[in-house]
């Protein structure tokens, strides 16, 4: 899944990336509205890690949705 897939259904993301990284309030999700930029400003924020880590693991966690469709 790309993250254009990501923005279409963020009422269905949101979900996993809050049960991921429970720091983020709802509210959080709600001014991120499916934008990868302030998703991980937000995580920055919120974990104080490196931008560059952030996004890969935010990269490899959007990669894993694809996993988990091909196995319904």
Same mark, same amino acid.
């Given at each position: 899944?790309?993250?254009?897939?990501?923005? %279409?259904?963020?009422?269905?993301?949101?979900?996993?990336?809050?049960?991921?990284?429970?720091? *983020?309030?709802? #509210?959080? @999700?709600?001014?991120?509205? %499916?934008?990868?930029?302030? @998703? *991980?400003?937000? @995580?920055?924020?919120?974990?104080? #890690?490196q931008? #560059?880590?952030?996004?890969?693991? *935010?990269?490899? /966690?959007?990669? %894993? /949705?694809?996993?988990?469709?091909?196995?319904?």
């Open positions: 899944m790309n993250w254009e897939h990501v923005e %279409g259904q963020w009422k269905q993301v949101k979900g996993k990336i809050r049960e991921k990284w429970g720091k *983020l309030t709802d #509210d959080d @999700l709600e001014q991120i509205a %499916g934008h990868k930029d302030r @998703l *991980l400003g937000k @995580l920055q924020e919120r974990y104080g #890690d931008k #560059d880590e952030l996004e890969g693991e *935010l990269d490899r /966690f959007v990669a %894993g /949705f694809d996993k988990d469709a091909s196995k319904h």
